[in-house]
Every structure is written in C-alpha cells, then in structure tokens.
C-alpha cells in the first residue's frame, strides 16, 4: 500500500522558517517525482515545488523560488521542503504528492498518490 505521509506544518509569525517532511513508503519511487503543493482557503490547489526521486532534477514555482528548498533524504524515504522568509500568503495546508517522471510534474492532474496535508499558518 502506498502512502506518503506529511508533518511538519504550524504556525508561524512572517519572517520565520518551516521544515515539512514527506514520508514515502509503499512502492519504488525511482520513476516518479515528488512535489508540493497548496491549498490555501477558497482557492485552488497550487504547484509549489517538485524534486526526481533520485534527487537529479528540482523545479519551483515562482512564487517560492530563492525561498524554498525541497530535496531528499536517501536514508528516510523522505522528501523535505524547507520554508523559509514565510509570507502570510504562504498560509494554506500543504500536500505532497507522487507523479510518473514521463508527465509534467507541475501539473496535479498527473499525481497518482496524495498524502494528506499538513497546515502553515503564517501571521503578518
């Protein structure tokens, strides 16, 4: 059975760093990107990041890059994205999710796995 698995989340004041984790287990992931995404409160899901499970190719969204940093750690099956000078627009539940490597990983059409978010709060 697949699962990833989100923690991490809370709240924080504008400014201040996050670390979410996602813990992958269930299959082999050697084909498949793991990204981020979010959902702020009346708004769509959003692309934020995803990283190659082998580590080999990243890609952010605008609105995160120079900020966030998502990679991976090989012992624990485990995807990080590291939040740092959080904005109050940052605030949304943040999911991680599995897509094949052969599709566009920043769409969300494409994740065939889901964890089941994990919330930021970010106050000005």
């Known amino acids: 059975q697949v699962q990833l698995v989100e923690s991490g989340g809370g709240s924080v004041q504008a400014g201040e760093s996050l670390r979410l984790s996602c813990a992958a287990s269930g299959r082999n992931f050697a084909s498949y990107y793991i990204g981020w995404f979010r959902q702020a409160p009346g708004k769509t899901r959003e692309f934020v990041a995803f990283?190659?499970?082998?580590?080999?190719?990243?890609f952010y969204a605008p609105s995160v890059k120079g900020r966030f940093l998502v990679s991976r750690e090989r012992a624990k099956n485990t995807v990080s994205l590291q939040m740092n000078n959080l904005r109050p627009e940052d605030t949304a539940v943040y999911f991680c999710?599995?897509?094949?490597?052969?599709?566009?990983?920043?769409?969300?059409?494409?994740?065939?796995?889901w964890g089941q978010g994990t919330q930021v709060i970010v106050s000005s």
């Open positions: 999710g599995a897509a094949n490597k052969g599709y566009d990983g920043e769409d969300e059409q494409n994740y065939e796995y």
């Open positions: 990283i190659s499970w082998s580590g080999g190719d990243l």
